[in-house]
């Protein structure tokens, strides 16, 4: 196809770069293709910000905030949020000038692509697995958790322990599973039927699971809403003084007995805020899952800008009131006394007389949010394998459209079985940080990418412009690599053995198929 064809390179070049013009003219509709075509345009501003809000909004919101709080930053998580927020700002406008000028579906991928090169592009098309692929693996498990809570809470009905929970876990005999010590785990049956829900639903269409998450969106946005204005009259002023903790704030003690030290220079103050930001951030992934979906955007030039920067406002302002509303109920310390569990819960029902109702919506908003998230990372994950599979560089399967739905229905499919293979057998623990290694690392190529496009192709037309970019795109490169610095070699060993995969996936049969260098 001639739209595909650039300048001649050998297959020793791994640096062979798509232009801009011939990226655009791939997403026209192929005469007689049948099954192929492209992609629908179906999204509108409003899909878009609340598939941003859908992504962002999860259970981070309720677990990361008392974490943060109680571990490190106080009452001053209010200024972790504000930090991190800063740090997905700076990236998210990068994102917004390429998915305005770019309006194809592969976010990351595509970008990395025109900037860098195709071997660039495919480290960070399969680091892009880690984010959305393994996030949503380690979000149906959680799902899982929280669907039996709520089975356990409102019904006194529990999944059995065999079913819900991955044979590397044991049961402790604790909770809902008290007196059955020892028991293991087979598969985790209730993730791998959330994944087969949102796959079918993604597979009958985009605009179909818009409709669908944008009713979810409303569903966790009203609950997180009601718990700011039914818990502000509960504020105690006490709670947030000093708003940062000092340096002699002593010590708690966990319910499982252990002491944590707030005396640690990382447990206060400017310090305490800072690593608070650094766990507050996980709350954000999934803002640049909007730009995966440009290619379904109606008038992607003008909506991709709205949708990834709106929704990262909203989210961040609803951040910021809820972390205050909470330090503001109960006092930080709470949150790591008592264990780090459930702490939102704890906190109405231990400081809201009366509202033990609203405790009970939190595990239905908690479920809304996982959906939500589940779904937007699904769809963030075909879409980038669909552009890859169009390069050539990953097997057709992964591009072929549905004949009526125009979905990518097989890649569907596979990703559903990947997904579920980690989800049925293997803990959250194992996978969840991988998931905001990966983040970072698309965040980083992102930045750099729009400095080198600025010199290399300073006239080509920009419907958004990232202002400041001199300051803007360095400044977000150093502050997610610094990020990703503070993540642990564990992590960074995770990440070298899947880039290893990675490489021999590419030298193997990327390089050999990619259209780019036919």
Same mark, same amino acid.
């Given at each position: 196809?001639?739209?595909?064809?650039?300048?001649?390179?050998?297959?020793?070049?791994?640096?062979?770069?798509?232009?801009?013009?011939?990226?655009?003219?791939?997403?026209?509709?192929?005469?007689?293709?049948?099954?192929?075509?492209?992609?629908?345009?179906?999204?509108?501003?409003?899909?878009?910000?609340?598939?941003?809000?859908?992504?962002?909004?999860?259970?981070?919101?309720?677990?990361?905030?008392?974490?943060?709080?109680?571990?490190?930053?106080?009452?001053?998580?209010?200024?972790?949020?504000?930090?991190?927020?800063?740090?997905?700002?700076?990236?998210?406008?990068?994102?917004?000038?390429?998915?305005?000028?770019?309006?194809?579906?592969?976010?990351?991928?595509?970008?990395?692509?025109?900037?860098?090169?195709?071997?660039?592009?495919?480290?960070? #098309? $399969?680091?892009? *697995? =880690?984010?959305? /692929?393994?996030?949503?693996?380690?979000?149906? @498990? &959680?799902?899982?958790?929280?669907?039996?809570?709520?089975?356990?809470?409102?019904?006194?009905?529990?999944?059995?322990?065999?079913?819900?929970?991955?044979?590397?876990?044991?049961?402790?005999?604790?909770?809902?599973?008290?007196?059955?010590?020892?028991?293991?785990?087979?598969?985790?049956?209730?993730?791998?039927?959330?994944?087969?829900?949102?796959?079918?639903?993604?597979?009958?269409?985009?605009?179909?699971?818009?409709?669908?998450?944008?009713?979810?969106?409303?569903?966790?946005?009203?609950?997180?809403?009601?718990?700011?204005?039914?818990?502000?009259?509960?504020?105690?002023?006490?709670?947030?003084?000093?708003?940062?903790?000092?340096?002699?704030?002593?010590?708690?003690?966990?319910?499982?007995?252990?002491?944590?030290?707030?005396?640690?220079?990382?447990?206060? #103050? $400017?310090?305490? *805020? =800072?690593?608070? /930001?650094?766990?507050?951030?996980?709350?954000? @992934? &999934?803002?640049?899952?909007?730009?995966?979906?440009?290619?379904?955007?109606?008038?992607?030039?003008?909506?991709?800008?709205?949708?990834?920067?709106?929704?990262?406002?909203?989210?961040?302002?609803?951040?910021?009131?809820?972390?205050?509303?909470?330090?503001?109920?109960?006092?930080?310390?709470?949150?790591?006394?008592?264990?780090?569990?459930?702490?939102?819960?704890?906190?109405?029902?231990?400081?809201?007389?009366?509202?033990?109702?609203?405790?009970?919506?939190?595990?239905?908003?908690?479920?809304?949010?996982?959906?939500?998230?589940?779904?937007?990372?699904?769809?963030?994950?075909?879409?980038?394998?669909?552009?890859?599979?169009?390069?050539?560089?990953?097997?057709?399967?992964?591009?072929?459209?549905?004949?009526?739905?125009?979905?990518?229905?097989?890649?569907?499919?596979?990703?559903? *079985?990947?997904?579920?293979?980690?989800?049925?057998?293997?803990?959250?623990?194992?996978?969840?940080?991988?998931?905001?290694?990966?983040?970072?690392?698309?965040?980083?190529?992102?930045?750099?990418?729009?400095?080198?496009?600025?010199?290399?192709?300073?006239?080509?037309?920009?419907?958004?412009?990232?202002?400041?970019?001199?300051?803007?795109?360095?400044?977000?490169?150093?502050?997610?690599?610094?990020?990703?610095?503070?993540?642990?070699?564990?992590?960074?060993?995770?990440?070298?053995?899947?880039?290893?995969?990675?490489?021999?996936?590419?030298?193997?049969?990327?390089?050999?198929?990619?259209?780019?260098?036919?």
């Amino acid at each position: 196809m001639e739209a595909t064809k650039t300048t001649t390179h050998s297959k020793s070049q791994l640096w062979a770069k798509k232009s801009i013009s011939k990226l655009i003219a791939e997403t026209s509709d192929e005469p007689g293709s049948g099954q192929e075509g492209t992609l629908k345009r179906t999204l509108s501003s409003t899909n878009l910000i609340a598939l941003g809000i859908g992504a962002i909004i999860g259970a981070g919101l309720f677990v990361r905030t008392a974490a943060a709080a109680g571990g490190h930053a106080g009452p001053g998580v209010t200024i972790s949020f504000a930090i991190a927020a800063f740090a997905c700002a700076l990236a998210g406008l990068c994102y917004a000038e390429f998915a305005s000028m770019i309006p194809i579906a592969g976010s990351a991928y595509t970008y990395s692509y025109t900037t860098m090169g195709e071997f660039i592009a495919w480290i960070i #098309g $399969w680091d892009l *697995v =880690l984010e959305y /692929a393994l996030g949503a693996a380690t979000v149906s @498990i &959680g799902w899982s958790q929280y669907l039996n809570a709520l089975f356990y809470d409102f019904f006194k009905f529990h999944i059995p322990y065999q079913w819900c929970h991955s044979p590397f876990q044991v049961s402790d005999g604790l909770g809902m599973y008290a007196g059955e010590a020892g028991v293991h785990g087979i598969i985790n049956l209730p993730a791998v039927f959330i994944l087969l829900m949102l796959s079918l639903l993604l597979i009958r269409g985009t605009q179909e699971s818009a409709t669908f998450n944008n009713v979810i969106v409303i569903v966790k946005v009203s609950i997180v809403l009601l718990i700011i204005g039914c818990a502000w009259k509960y504020i105690n002023p006490a709670n947030h003084v000093p708003y940062l903790i000092p340096a002699d704030a002593g010590t708690a003690t966990l319910s499982t007995g252990q002491v944590h030290n707030y005396a640690d220079p990382l447990n206060h #103050g $400017w310090l305490g *805020v =800072l690593r608070g /930001a650094g766990i507050v951030f996980f709350a954000f @992934i &999934g803002f640049d899952a909007v730009s995966t979906a440009a290619q379904e955007a109606k008038n992607p030039q003008k909506d991709m800008p709205v949708g990834i920067l709106v929704s990262l406002a909203i989210c961040t302002a609803l951040y910021i009131l809820f972390s205050h509303v909470l330090t503001g109920i109960a006092p930080y310390k709470d949150f790591i006394a008592q264990g780090g569990e459930a702490s939102v819960v704890y906190a109405i029902t231990h400081y809201m007389p009366g509202y033990e109702w609203l405790a009970s919506m939190v595990t239905v908003a908690i479920l809304a949010g996982f959906s939500s998230v589940i779904l937007v990372m699904l769809l963030g994950q075909t879409r980038v394998f669909y552009t890859m599979s169009k390069d050539g560089l990953v097997p057709a399967v992964f591009s072929k459209l549905h004949p009526k739905y125009k979905t990518p229905y097989r890649s569907q499919w596979v990703f559903f *079985v990947f997904v579920s293979l980690f989800a049925a057998f293997i803990p959250d623990s194992v996978v969840g940080d991988m998931t905001s290694i990966g983040t970072l690392f698309a965040f980083v190529l992102v930045c750099i990418g729009i400095m080198i496009l600025r010199k290399t192709d300073p006239n080509l037309p920009r419907p958004f412009k990232t202002p400041l970019y001199m300051i803007v795109c360095p400044l977000g490169a150093i502050v997610c690599l610094s990020m990703i610095l503070s993540l642990g070699w564990e992590n960074w060993t995770r990440l070298i053995v899947w880039m290893g995969i990675g490489l021999l996936v590419y030298f193997a049969y990327g390089r050999y198929h990619s259209k780019l260098r036919s």
